[in-house]
Structures are given as C-alpha cells and as structure tokens.
C-alpha cells in the first residue's frame, strides 16, 4: 500500500510562488508515474503536470512555462513548483501515483493523497 502525504500548499498573491511536496512512503523507483492533478470549487479534476521514473514530464498547457514538476527518488518525494500564480491557479493540489502510456496519454494513478489547498488572492 502506498501512501501519499502533499505538503506546502497556503495563501499567495498572485504572481508569487509556491513548492509543494508529495513523500511516498515507499521507494518511488518502482513507481512508473507520478502526477499532480488539481480540482477548483465545482469544476472537475484536472492534470497538472505528470513525470515518468525517466524523468520525462509533460504539464497542462494552461500551467506551461510556470509549472515544474520533479521527483527525488532517495527522499521518496515529487516535488511541483508553481511560479507567476493566478487567481485560476486556485484549487486543491492532489498527488497521484500509478502507470500508463506516454503515446497513449492514458494515466491511471493507483494512489492518492488527501490533497493541499493552495489559494491565490490579493
């Protein structure tokens, strides 16, 4: 069983910054996919940005270019920086863990964690 903990979400203005952290709590090198997906009040969830145990990655294009995410296998952990914020940006931030395909763009996260807010206002 694989558990998931985010940390580092909160209140920023937009334009600022923000990491947030997911630590597994087994060894991430058997793990194939690890993604951030995000969900807004009454809008459904939605890929952030994924990276493979090769450390390709991919992001919505909505977040390209102020989103990076990346994993360190010896402390377990993904990590999603989230720079140039906006108020969009606002919504819980959940870490996935699972398989897929990149030529498919199917991705199917077996684990879950319980999600960080981050909210972005003035």
């Known amino acids: 069983q694989v558990q998931l903990v985010e940390s580092g979400g909160g209140l920023v203005q937009p334009g600022g910054s923000l990491r947030l952290s997911c630590k597994s709590s087994?060894?991430?090198?058997?793990?194939?996919?690890m993604g951030w997906y995000r969900q807004a009040p009454g809008q459904q969830q939605e890929l952030v940005a994924l990276?493979?145990?090769?450390?390709?990655?991919d992001s919505a294009d909505s977040v390209k270019g102020r989103f990076t995410i990346s994993r360190d296998n010896a402390k377990n952990t993904v990590y999603l920086q989230m720079d140039s914020l906006k108020s969009e940006d606002t919504a819980v931030y959940y870490c996935?863990?699972?398989?897929?395909?990149?030529?498919?763009?199917?991705?199917?996260?077996?684990?879950w964690g319980k999600g960080t807010l981050v909210t972005v206002s003035s």
């Open positions: 996935g863990a699972g398989g897929g395909s990149w030529a498919d763009k199917k991705f199917i996260m077996d684990y």
């Open positions: 087994v060894s991430m090198r058997g793990i194939y996919f």
């Open positions: 990276i493979d145990l090769y450390d390709m990655t």
